[in-house]
């Protein structure tokens, strides 16, 4: 597909995880994991057809920001951390 794919899947993926409203699902006690395979659950076909629009370069976008993802991740919990032991001081 064209080389805005990665674009066209951010944009989808963002405005519809706001709708999604994953802050309220984690006030009511839902995990994570729980969280992500409702959101993929209720998206499952528009999904489909996004990942089948992907080439080569878009799907190599994709992993270097799931990488980037993963980073801030770790940055995160490192953050929380210290947090936390600033309360154990």
């Given at each position: 597909?064209?080389d805005?794919?990665a ?11 706001e709708?999604?409203s994953?802050?309220?699902l984690i006030?009511?006690?839902?995990f994570?994991?729980q969280?992500a ?13 996004l990942?089948n629009?992907?080439?080569?370069k878009?799907?190599?976008t ?7 993802s ?10 929380l951390k210290l947090v ?6």
């Amino acid at each position: 597909m064209k080389d805005n794919s990665a674009k066209i899947w951010f944009k989808w993926f963002y405005k519809n995880w706001e709708k999604f409203s994953p802050g309220k699902l984690i006030e009511n006690g839902l995990f994570p994991s729980q969280i992500a395979e409702r959101f993929v659950n209720e998206h499952q076909e528009n999904l489909i057809a996004l990942a089948n629009k992907f080439d080569d370069k878009n799907e190599d976008t994709l992993g270097e920001f799931m990488k980037l993802s993963e980073s801030e991740l770790h940055i995160i919990k490192y953050f929380l951390k210290l947090v936390q032991l600033r309360k154990i001081k």
